[in-house]
Structure formats: C-alpha cells, structure tokens
C-alpha cells in the first residue's frame, strides 16, 4: 500500500434543501453527495473562505445548516474524524442497504457495524 | 373507533394547503430558513442526519387499517419501506423530501391523521394505555378525557407559546400502562366507595437530562373540573415557569424549585379564584366525545375456547407466545395481541411496508379494524377472539412479527440514536441489536422473566432509560461512544429513577455488562422474585460487584 502524506483540515457540509441529501463543497463551489469530492481546508483562511461560500448557497437556497467539521485526506481519500460525520457520509450503521454506502457515494473507510 | 370531527377534517386539510404554500415559498427562496424553521417543525417536519424526518402523529396510539395502510403506501411511495415507532406512540419516517412533504401531508389528511403538534413549546399530544377499551383491569377508558384535553389545548392561544414543551398521559387502569409519573401533567383515574369516578393529578414528572417523579396535586379531583383546574395548572406554569434557560423551562424544574407545597398552594388559589366551569356543559361534551370512541359489539362468548386450547397445547411455540404477548381483555372470549416489533438482532420500532399491510389485514379481518401503538415501540391488536388466536400467529409467524418477547430482555426499547438523530451522542439501536443477539435464546428470556431494557442516544432519553430496570445512555467521550448503565428505574405504579452503577462502557463491552448485571439476579433471585423487587430489595451493591470487581 502506498502512503501519501495525511492532510488535515475542515470540510464545509450542508443538507441539500429540497431533499436534505447529506452534500459537501467540492473545489469548483459545487455541493457532493459524495465527501470524497470535498474541498479539504487546511488554513483558516481557507476554512473562513469556505464558511461565507455557504452562507452564500444558504442565501440562494441550495443547501441548509452549513457547518465545517474535521477531516482528512489520505491516498485520495476523504475520511471524516467524528463518528457522527462518519455516519452522515455513509448513512445509518444498522442499515447498510441504505443511504450513501448503498448508493456508491459513501465515503472510502468501512461502515461501521455492530458495536 | 376514534375518529375527528368535521372541525378536525376542515382544520387539517387547511393546514396541508398552508404548508404547501410555505414549503413552496422556502423553496422558491421566499421565505429564509429561520422563518420556514419554526413552521416546518410546527408541521413535525425535522432535519435529521440523512434527510428531513417527518413524525406522524398517531393520537392515543389508535389506528386503523386505513391510517396504516396508508403510512405503508407513504413509506414505500416516498421513503425507503419502512417506518420507525417511536415511545411517543407516534411514527417517523427517516428520509423524506421536502419537496414531497405536502403530497404526504395531504395523503395523511385523506384518512384524517396529520403531524400537527408534534413538535413545538405546546401541548403534545396527550399519551395513554395502548390497551385502552381493551384492558381487564381498566376501570374506564381514559381517552375520551385524553380527547377531552386535546381539543380544550390544541392551538389555545394561551397554550401556543409555553415555556417548553408539555406531555399529558392519562390511565384508566390501576396498572398504570402509560407512565403518568414521569409526565408533565399525569391523570389516573380512581373510583370512591360510592363508585365514583375522580382523578388524581400528578405534576412535574419527567425525564430528559432531569429525571423526576411527579409529585400529586389531587387525589381525586372530579371529572368534570378536570378541565378547569387544568387551566389552572397551566396558567401557573405560565406564569412562573422560566423563559430564560431552556433546560429550566419545563414544569418539573418550576415544581422543583418552589416545591410541591407552595405549587399545589399557587394551583388551588388560581383555580378558586376562577369562574367555574358549568358542569353540565363539561359532561355533555364528554359524553359527546365518548361516541367516539364506543367500544365495539362483542359478541357473548364463553370465556373458554377449545379451538385455542387445543392449539397452545398441541404447539410449544404458541404457547410461548401466548404466554408473554396475549393480555386479559375486559370481554369474556376476547383477548389482547402484542405484536412485537422486536425480533433477534431487528430495530426496535421498525415496521417495513409489508408488516404495515398485513397487521393492517389483520386488524381488519380479526381486531375490530383497531391497532394500537405502544410506548414500548410495539403494536397491539386490541380486540381479538381466543379462537383466532392459533391463525393469528401463524400469519404474524410468516412476518418476522410474533417473536415472544413482550415485557422480556428482548423486548428493548431504543431511540433512533446517532444512527438517525442529528441531537445524539451515540448509537443505540446497535446496542439494542447486541444484546438481544446475547439473550437470542427465547426460553432463557422467558426463564429471566420480567425484564424491562432501555436505550437513549442522548440525555434527551427518548429512550426513557431512566425508567428502564436496566437502562442505557449513550455519551460521547472525547469523539468516542461510551455508554452509561443505570438500574433500578420504572415507569409503572411505583415510578423511579435509575441509578448510575459507575463508569460508562464502550459499545462492544456493554452486552457481556448487561449478561452479568442479568447473571447477579439470577444467582440471588428469591423464588418468584423479579428482577426490579430483586434489585430493590439488593440494593445496587451486589451489582456493582459483578460488573467493577477487578478483572
Ligand atoms: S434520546 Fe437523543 S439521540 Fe435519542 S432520539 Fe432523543 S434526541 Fe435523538
């Protein structure tokens, strides 16, 4: 397996407002279903500039409740560092047949199962 | 059967067309989420962790097939096939559009239910037995005075904008089955020596991140001051209870604070200072109300059914079931089904599309069209006949829905937790699904007896672990799961809180916790002794023993 160095930074989430699909921001200002395609701030600067972007879609209403929360990239990969960021981008533990995990837009570590 | 009257229908349906517009409004970006926030919710319409979460009321917990049949037509057309009941007596759908809300709301309105008063500082809707009409020992029906209530609060203006959100249960039965001790306002009804109906009030119950038992306020009030001295209450609460720190705003902490002697004292003078109620006009709209509810015609049965007996005899099976989800009904011949929607390893609550169809069909051909919705996340068929026991149960068999577990370990209680809920700490429905795999074996259940296992995500205690004999809170320790184990709580006749045992668990460690805290009842169990009178009369010492002795 070959290992890149870990970015850490902040990743800016939203629920999109006609459905409430779990989003987050992508690099060219788009919102992913898929965290993979987040934009991952490392500076706060960025993460500022981040945060007012949403405020920006919460004004022409495209999403909802936007909010940063702690993440890192790894091999390309997005992997959020909270349990509870976990589960949004993959979808509930106890149903696994559901949600982004199901739908091929989860997250790249494993759903958590059990306990 | 309960049903609304036309000022309901008219109501509600004005209601759907009002949200239509708001949601269109919202969508169109006319109205900002800050003022869309507070009319969604007021319409049960929340943003939870995947999607929009819409909670369906389900007044008294009584449905018919209709209203069921409906919600399994919503869950399949406009959420993923399933529905979560919830200890609210309510259902919740996890993944829902706001773009389809109104389409459902109408659905809903179309078989008069709705999502009204759901959420919001106002009187929720009022909680009661899930046996209610059915009970042996009930001495009356409680829900017309639950309906009563409801239609004297609903959208009051005086009651609109309360310090906090406020719980009515009411019981009919002695056996209170609707945990009126650990309500805002409990009603429990009582007869005197000459056969009188009163209530005794209770105040200032509740769970949350302040557990308290409610104190009572009268011991038997009659009937038809009921609503009277109701207002009394709430114009108290209103007066005094605190605006200013949401976590203090409820009625317990204000009874709390000023003490039972000086609230009840505060509640006698603003009633007496009141014009009272003309007591004619109060039981003519009770009895108007009781129509609606009137019992269905029984037939004259013997209380004895060969075709059953001949059944649980000849089926081990059966008779286990028989055993822990058939109740006494109050008509001889009859008896109550407790459909469990708690199979080994499945989410407690959860009823897929399928399952909603076919209690639906059963309700039908063989309940009288009633079901009703349990606190404990469970479905009842009110009114059955012991012949038709025997095909009852083959038909919930083929279902996944007859597992014989009411009242025992398996049968747990569990809030969504941080699975779906966007306000946890940590996941509870797996912890549920663990340890009902560890007490899988049905005989060892039955042989444990009694045994009541509670889930809250959060200290919110949607999950009523507080009143749990073992309960569980879920917390987060530095971005890791942990969870707290309580014993000793319960929610019927003599209400208490549980007690902390010591340090929290991590999630894997909590079902071999729970098998030793099962494991020191058992080994100091007296003969017919459950494990709430066991612990009771143990203390926690012993248990903490078992689970804190250095390994
Ligand atoms: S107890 Fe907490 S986690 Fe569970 S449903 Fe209630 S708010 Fe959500």
Known sequence: MTTTATEKGKILTANRLRDGEVVFLTHSGEWSENIDGAVLATEPQAQAALEARGKGDERVNLVTGTYLFDAERRDGHVFASHIKERIRSLGPTVRVDLGKQAEGKGGHFAALQGV | ?551
């Open chain 2, 1 to 551: 059967m309960y049903r609304y009257d036309e000022f309901d229908s008219q109501f509600v349906n004005d209601r759907v067309s009002q949200f239509r517009d708001q949601a269109n409004r919202r969508l169109t970006g006319e109205l900002s989420e800050d003022e869309f926030r507070p009319l969604r919710l007021m319409n049960g319409l929340y943003l939870q962790l995947h999607a929009y979460m819409l909670r369906i009321a389900v007044p008294y917990g009584s449905l018919d097939s209709a209203k069921l049949n409906t919600l399994a037509y919503i869950a399949e057309k406009w959420d993923r096939g399933y529905g979560h009941f919830t200890t609210r007596q309510n259902l919740q759908f996890n993944w829902i559009k706001l773009e389809d809300t109104a389409d459902i709301l109408a659905k809903l309105a179309e078989v008069e239910m709705h999502a009204i008063q759901t959420s919001g500082n106002c009187i929720r809707n009022v909680t009661t037995d899930q046996w209610a009409g059915a009970a042996a020992d009930e001495i009356a029906d409680p829900r017309p005075i639950g309906e009563l209530v409801r239609q004297w609060s609903s959208l009051h203006p005086e009651f609109s904008y309360l310090p906090r959100k406020f719980k009515i249960a009411v019981t009919g039965s002695p056996n209170d089955r609707a945990a009126v001790r650990v309500h805002d306002i409990g009603l429990r009804l009582h007869l005197n020596d000459r056969g009188e109906r009163g209530w005794e009030v209770l105040v200032g119950g509740g769970l949350g991140r302040t557990p308290v038992i409610a104190v009572t306020v009268r011991d038997f009030l009659p009937e038809h001051e009921l609503i009277a001295y109701l207002e009394a209450i709430m114009r108290v609460y209103n007066l005094y209870g605190r605006r200013d720190n949401k976590y203090k705003a409820r009625i317990k902490i204000l009874v709390h604070e000023i003490g039972a002697e000086k609230f009840r004292a505060e509640v006698e003078t603003e009633y007496a200072r009141r014009p009272h109620a003309d007591t004619k006009v109060e039981e003519r709209e009770l009895q108007r109300i009781s129509a609606y509810f009137a019992a269905p015609q029984f037939e004259k049965l013997p209380r004895w059914s060969a075709t059953f007996e001949e059944a649980r005899a000849k089926n081990k099976d059966f008779a286990n079931w028989v055993r822990t989800n058939i109740a006494a009904h109050r008509a001889d011949g009859y008896a109550i089904v407790n459909i469990s929607l708690k199979p080994e390893g499945g989410i407690p609550g959860d009823a897929t599309a399928d399952q909603m169809r076919v209690v639906a069909d059963l309700a039908q051909r063989y309940s009288f069209d009633e079901i009703r919705v349990s606190h404990h996340q469970n479905l009842v068929l009110p009114h059955v006949k012991r012949d038709d026991l025997f095909a009852i149960w083959k038909v919930l068999q083929a279902s996944e829905l007859a597992t014989s577990n009411i009242g025992l370990a398996g049968d747990i209680i569990a809030c969504p937790g941080l699975d779906y809920c966007s306000l946890a700490t940590a996941r509870s429905i797996p912890i549920a699904q663990s340890i009902s795999r560890k007490f899988a074996d049905l005989n060892r259940q039955h042989e444990i007896g009694p045994l009541r296992i509670n889930i809250s995500g959060c200290i919110n205690a949607c999950g009523h672990h507080h009143v749990a004999h073992i309960g569980i809170l879920g917390l987060d320790k530095k971005g890791e799961e942990f969870y707290q184990i309580t014993l000793g709580g319960s929610s019927a006749d003599s209400a208490s809180i549980g007690t902390i045992l010591g340090p929290g668990f991590a999630g894997e460690d909590v079902p071999e916790a729970i098998e030793k805290i099962v494991n020191t009842y058992l080994a100091r169990r007296q003969p017919g002794e459950e494990f709430l009178a066991a612990y009771r009369r143990l203390g926690p010492q012993p248990f903490k023993e078992a689970l804190y002795a250095a390994a």
